[in-house]
Nanobody, 128 residues
């Protein structure tokens, strides 16, 4: 069992930056693929970014590519999402998730149902 706790959300202006963090419990964190997803009101949950178990491979949604960076620290059991040049359309609840299968596939890591554990989410609000 893995518990995920996000932090770092808040309300910012367009163009600002935020850094989200996700702290994981458990001794097997370093074997999981980690992902960030977001869900805006009235919309489906969507993929944001994912990082492989070792941290060597990443994937991003086209809408955030070049602005967001995902990283992980397996010694500290954390995964982070650095968000720069934020836009109003980035407003959503952001959640981290863990995939214990750890089978990296570019399409698979974008599917929410492939992930086994989820945090409760943190709100990010970007105003224009």
């Amino acid at each position: 069992q893995v518990q995920l706790i996000e932090s770092g959300g808040g309300s910012v202006q367009a163009g600002d930056s935020l850094r989200l963090s996700c702290a994981a419990s458990g001794r097997t964190f370093s074997s999981y693929i980690m992902g960030w997803f977001r869900q805006a009101p009235g919309k489906e949950r969507e993929f944001v970014a994912a990082v492989s178990a070792s941290g060597s491979t990443t994937s991003y949604a086209e809408s955030v590519k070049g602005r967001f960076t995902i990283s992980r620290d397996n010694d500290k059991n954390t995964v982070s999402l650095q968000m720069n040049s934020l836009k109003p359309e980035d407003t959503a609840v952001y959640s981290c998730a863990a995939d214990r299968t750890a089978v990296w596939h570019t399409v698979r890591v974008t599917r929410p149902y492939e992930y086994d554990y989820w945090g409760q989410g943190t709100q990010v609000t970007v105003s224009s």
